[in-house]
């Protein structure tokens, strides 16, 4: 299975700060406002086969457009392994 990219730290800070990667609206799913959400999913639709929509998606999560899948829950969940030993 081939591993999601890594999206730059600027994406993730910006995802942290509860911001959409691209303006400054509230940033919902994969850290992106509804209206980029919609344009985002237009985009990859016209990509005819999975392989192509899975290769748009890679090449946005490198440029910092769009976060890996359940990215953003691992951002802020409170209860993450901090590494801690008991």
């Excluded at 509230?26 to 985009?43: E, M, T």
């Amino acid at each position: 299975m081939r591993q999601q990219p890594t999206p730059p730290p600027e994406a993730i800070e910006r995802a942290r700060s509860g911001a959409c990667l691209i303006c400054d609206d509230a940033g919902k799913v994969r850290g992106l406002c509804d209206k980029h959400r919609q344009a985002y999913r237009r985009r990859r639709a016209k990509h005819r086969t999975k392989k192509r929509r899975a290769a748009y998606e890679q090449r946005q999560i490198e440029a910092g457009r769009i976060l890996p899948k359940q990215y953003v829950r691992k951002l802020n969940d409170p209860f993450a392994d901090d590494g801690a030993e008991l």
